[in-house]
């Protein structure tokens, strides 16, 4: 059974700095792109940034570049979010997720993040 | 690079039928065949319902199909049942040099 469960989501004040983490199972993590994607309370979902089976390519959101980090340690089926210089706006869910060549087939529940003085 | 449009909400009545549309440009829903869809209850993480336009994958209610004409996408819930309110989102692949999946602004859909 696959499953994603993420961890790291705090309350922090805006500026300040979070790593985001997402242990995977229940599938070959290193074969696949992993996402994350956030929602703001009571908003749609926006998708974040994207890393590479392999790690060699990583992409992002114009909303997140330069601030946010996406990384992973495929020894220990871990997908990370350094999120930096954190805003009231980056205040949302985040999910990790796995996806299945241009589709998200799993998702985890998602750790929150309140960015607030 | 905005959200994909969809409507607010659409409702239906036990056992009818409904439709939402997830529209975009060229640069996504119409220029590649891989939209999906997604099913959100409160408090639950997205669940996969469509991908790749129309297909379904396996568990999932045969209920539930997908289209797609130009640069509008469609979800079709038959047989409409009380489980299935819930909010949907459309989500599609993009050729934006800003981004690489949109997301649809997401639909409340009501049994009534």
């Known amino acids: 059974e696959v499953q994603l469960v993420e961890s790291g989501g705090v309350v922090v004040q805006p500026g300040g700095s979070l790593r985001l983490s997402c242990a995977a199972s229940g599938f070959t993590f290193d074969d696949y792109t992993m996402h994350w994607v956030r929602q703001a309370p009571g908003k749609g979902l926006e998708w974040v940034s994207l890393i590479s089976w392999d790690g060699g390519s990583t992409y992002y959101a114009d909303s997140v570049k330069g601030r946010f980090t996406i990384s992973r340690d495929n020894s220990k089926n871990s997908l990370y979010l350094q999120m930096n210089s954190l805003r009231t706006e980056d205040t949302a869910l985040y999910y990790c997720?796995?996806?299945?060549?241009?589709?998200?087939?799993?998702w985890g529940q998602g750790t929150l993040v309140t960015v607030s003085s | 690079q905005s959200a994909l449009t969809q409507p607010a909400s659409v409702s239906g009545s036990p056992g009818q039928s409904i439709t939402i549309s997830c529209t975009g440009t060229?640069?996504?829903?119409?220029?590649?065949?891989?939209v999906s869809w997604y099913q959100q209850h409160p408090g639950k993480a997205p669940k996969l319902m469509i991908y790749d336009v129309s297909n379904r994958p396996s568990g999932v209610s045969n209920r539930f199909s997908g289209s797609k004409s130009g640069n509008t996408a469609s979800l079709t819930i038959s047989g409409l049942q009380a489980e299935d309110e819930a909010d949907y989102y459309c989500?599609?692949?993009?050729?934006?040099?800003?981004?690489?999946?949109?997301f649809g602004t997401g639909t409340k859909v009501t049994v009534l």
């Open positions: 997720a796995k996806e299945n060549i241009y589709y998200f087939d799993y």
């Open positions: 989500s599609s692949y993009t050729s934006s040099s800003t981004l690489f999946y949109v």
């Open positions: 060229s640069s996504d829903v119409g220029g590649y065949n891989y």
